[in-house]
T-cell receptor
């Protein structure tokens, strides 16, 4: 298994401001993933963060709104920029261990963001 | 495009009952299927992982089955307890990505 420490666990922010969420992993991983979970919804993948290269964003998500850093193999940050109430969600980081059929996903504790 | 559906969306049972949660997916070309538990406002805890070549996995009171050809998985919880109350999510791994169902919100009443 893997241990992922994510912080902050929750925050209430003013619209127009930005929040940076951090994830620290207890082992080196090539790829980390960032998800958004809007109220009452399931998880949607925002982007894949690769160490040493630009993050790969899913359709509907852009780097200007959700810049991601991946300075080393154990750490990543997601920034939610110029926030609006529609950004109120739970944000989760994730990693996958193993290869092929043996891959298993693990998640951080989540960041519950409320934008007022 | 892969779609994952979970039925029911919500379930309330008295303590001690055995129960089954259902997950279906439209494309059988998956690497594996994973069941997660999510407490309100929190992250996801991995419960069981079933590789595409496997039929079932067990952990304590939990048993998950996979029928890849029919695109179905079930999570069986035996002798449910109030502490089992949470949202249960299934996700399939395909193309290196996880695709999630909407979840089943379980409430176990004392």
């Amino acid at each position: 298994s893997a241990v992922i420490s994510q912080k902050p666990s929750r925050d209430i922010c003013q619209r127009g401001t930005s929040l940076t969420i951090q994830c620290q992993v207890d082992s080196q991983v090539t790829m980390m993933f960032w998800y958004r979970q809007q109220p009452g919804q399931s998880l949607t993948l925002i982007a894949t963060a690769n160490q040493g290269s630009e993050a790969t964003y899913e359709s509907g998500f852009v780097i200007d709104k959700f810049p991601i850093s991946r300075p080393n193999l154990t750490f990543s940050t997601l920034t939610v920029s110029n926030m609006s109430p529609e950004d109120s969600s739970i944000y989760l980081c994730s990693l996958v261990t193993g290869l092929g059929m043996n891959t298993e996903a693990f998640f951080g504790q989540g960041t519950r963001l409320t934008v007022v | 495009k892969q779609e994952v559906t979970q039925i029911p969306a919500a379930l309330s049972v008295p303590e001690g009952e055995n129960l089954v949660l259902n997950c279906s997916f439209t494309d059988s070309a998956i690497y594996n299927l994973q069941w997660f538990r999510q407490d309100p406002g929190k992250g996801l805890t991995s419960l069981l992982l079933i590789q595409s070549s496997q039929r079932e996995q067990t952990s304590g009171r939990l048993n998950a089955s996979l029928d890849k050809s029919s695109g179905r998985s079930t999570l069986y919880i035996a002798a449910s307890q109030p502490g089992d109350s949470a949202t249960y999510l299934c996700a399939v791994t395909q193309g290196g990505k996880l695709i999630f169902g909407q979840g089943t919100e379980l409430s176990v009443k004392p």
